[in-house]
């Protein structure tokens, strides 16, 4: 069988608090379900956002998503989660830090399954800490 991606958007457009993540992924979790998709089959995106633009309520970006992940296994814990964290970083030096901070700070409960940073590091010059 085919899985199913679901971006927590709608509407409104894309979902930056928790509340609003998990209120669209619960909208979506039970129209998937009801269409006779198993739950297993379902990947959400809780869409990771910049938190380095500069603007103060982009700060929280980070933490949202990490609740909104958080209480996604805790209500639908037979879905998948998939994340990409590449913006996370953005306007940050070329360096992956943040988004493998982003990752292991987030592992509650049940494991990320895998993690594949898509930056090649050889190609991004050393710099000093």
Known sequence: GAGVVIGLIDEEGMARSAENKIKIARR?????????????????DPLALPISTGIEEDRKNADETIKAVAQIRAEMPDSNIILGVSNISF????????????????RRGRSWNEFRDRQRFEDTPAQPL
């Open 28 to 44: 979506a979790y039970k129209q998937a379900t009801q269409f006779g998709l198993p739950a297993h089959d379902i990947f959400f």
């Open 91 to 106: 306007g940050f030096e070329s360096r992956g830090e943040s988004r493998s901070e982003l990752c292991l700070s987030s």
